[in-house]
Every structure is written in structure tokens, then in C-alpha cells.
């Protein structure tokens, strides 16, 4: 009897899976580094300085 041929779907879409992820970490990292060497921040908006302001006045 001929034996069954595997299937390389399951591994190629798996290496597709495992390489598009280390992509995303590796763009993630120099984001950070990035956002870290320049100083950058987002913008914030009138209600989040207004919460920052009153957490940073405390309870008097």
C-alpha cells in the first residue's frame, strides 16, 4: 500500500504565522526605542491634564 502524502499546508501556514509575529515584535521594540530616544508622547486631551492635575494637587 502507497503511504498517505502529508500535508505541508499546516506548516507553511504555521512559519507564515510564527514569522509575521517576530515582524510585529521587532517593529514594537524600535517603536520603543524610538518613542524612548526622542521623547515623544502623544497629545493629551483638556480631560486627561484636568485628571493629571487633581491626582498630582492630592486630598487637601
Known sequence: MAEKPKSMVLGVVA???F??????VIQKIRA????????????LDAET???ISDALRGPR
Open 15 to 17: 512559519a507564515a504565522v
Open 32 to 43: 520603543d526605542k524610538a518613542a524612548r530616544d526622542h521623547r515623544v508622547t502623544a497629545p
Open 49 to 51: 491634564r484636568a485628571k
Open 19 to 24: 514569522a509575521d509575529l517576530g515582524r510585529m
